[in-house]
């Protein structure tokens, strides 16, 4: 009882979230005994092609939705469709999943997926060779929905050690070098350019102190020559 409570309240809460119609179709689909063939849905995400080092490990992911609940959800990861590494049997929603791992695979394949909460069949694959490139599927049965099977599939692309830090480490190092390059050398022409401004500042002031004295000589010369001169100079001082 209680299963069938959770998987219902699942339902409708996957259900009425895509779409009010979508869910009207599926129940009447239920209704009508006709399960739709959308009902499990396989995922890898987004991004379909992966590209990783050779001698890396890399992670498969994969996901299943379906509006129609779990039970007995059979699941596989093959390589290039029929080369099958792992299998697993989710026995209803909210439960661990058994998995049974394919011996030529068993020593690199690691199940990392989560069915309990996250509806997540990842795996890693470890110490990848050049010959792991291409695709991976993985694939859901489930016979709530009379055993139609589903799949999503991954490419892997593998690349050589060099040309994986070529294209993803090192460029973004450039970029940060050309940047340090460029702002030391703004920095130094702004420095420069900071110097020579300073430099004629103090080559003008120095001259005009050389002036300076020659004026401030005659003046005091002509103080000491006559009051006149330095009366007529204290005068516009209190009217400013
Ligand atoms: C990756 O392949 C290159 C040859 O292309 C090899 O020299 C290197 O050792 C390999 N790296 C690993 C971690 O296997
Ligand atoms: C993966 O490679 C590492 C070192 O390269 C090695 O120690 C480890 O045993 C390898 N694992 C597998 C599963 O081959
Ligand atoms: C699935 O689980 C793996 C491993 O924990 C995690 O890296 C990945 O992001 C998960 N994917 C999703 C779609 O939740």
Known sequence: MEPGEQQRRWFF???????DM????????????????????????????????????VLLPCTYASCIGIFNLEFNWAYNKTDYMIR????????????????????????????????????????????????YTCFGKNPKEK????????????????????????DPVDNTITTII??????????LVLVMAVKSLVTRFVLDKNKEPLVSSTANDNSENGLNSSKAEDKPKPKA
């Open 147 to 170: 055993n139609s099977k589903h799949s999503a599939t991954l490419t892997l692309v593998v690349v050589d050690e060099n040309v994986y830090i070529r294209r993803y480490l090192r």
């Open 22 to 57: 979508k869910g009207v179709s599926i129940l009447v689909a239920l209704l009508l005994g006709v399960w739709g063939a959308q009902a499990l849905e396989m995922s890898v995400g987004k991004v379909t092609t992966i590209e990783a080092m050779n001698g890396s490990s």
């Open 182 to 191: 460029m702002s030391v050398v703004g920095a130094i022409i702004g420095l």
């Open 88 to 135: 697993g049997l989710i026995p209803m929603e909210g439960k661990d999943a058994r998995i049974h791992m394919y011996p030529e695979w068993s020593d690199r394949v690691e199940f990392v997926g989560n069915t309990k909460t996250n509806n997540n069949i990842s795996i890693v694959l470890m110490n990848i060779t050049f010959e792991d490139a291409g695709e």
């Open 13 to 19: 809460h996957r259900c009425r979230t895509s779409g």
